[in-house]
Nanobody, 115 residues
Framework: QVQLVESGGGLVQPGGSLRLSCAAS????????LGWYRQAPGKQRELVAI???????NYADSVKGRFTISRDNAKNTVYLQMNTLKPEDTAVYYC?????????WGQGAQVTVSS
């Protein structure tokens, strides 16, 4: 059974940093593209960052230069380092894995940026 488990969310002040982790099990992790999505209250879920099986990355314009996605295939874990956080980054962050038509989601981690 495939599981994606996010951790590292929480409350942080504007300008602060957080690192999200997503640990995967039950899948051939290294073959999957991995992504982080977020959904703010009243808004649609949006792509934040993605990393391919080969290590190529892509980011939403709103987070470029502030967020970094990385993966550790030995630990079956994908990370999202978030720096210079803004109140508009407040959302539930979801981990996603995709290989062709096969897709899995984590349960989500709340990130709140507030003073």
């Amino acid at each position: 059974q495939v599981q994606l488990v996010e951790s590292g969310g929480g409350l942080v002040q504007p300008g602060g940093s957080l690192r999200l982790s997503c640990a995967a099990s039950g899948m051939r992790f290294s073959r999957y593209a991995l992504g982080w999505y977020r959904q703010a209250p009243g808004k649609q879920r949006e792509l934040v960052a993605i990393i391919t099986s080969g290590g190529s990355t892509n980011y939403a314009d709103s987070v470029k230069g502030r967020f970094t996605i990385s993966r550790d295939n030995a630990k079956n874990t994908v990370y999202l380092q978030m720096n210079t956080l803004k109140p508009e980054d407040t959302a539930v962050y979801y981990c996603n894995s995709q290989l062709g038509p096969i897709e899995y989601w984590g349960q989500g981690a709340q990130v709140t940026v507030s003073s």
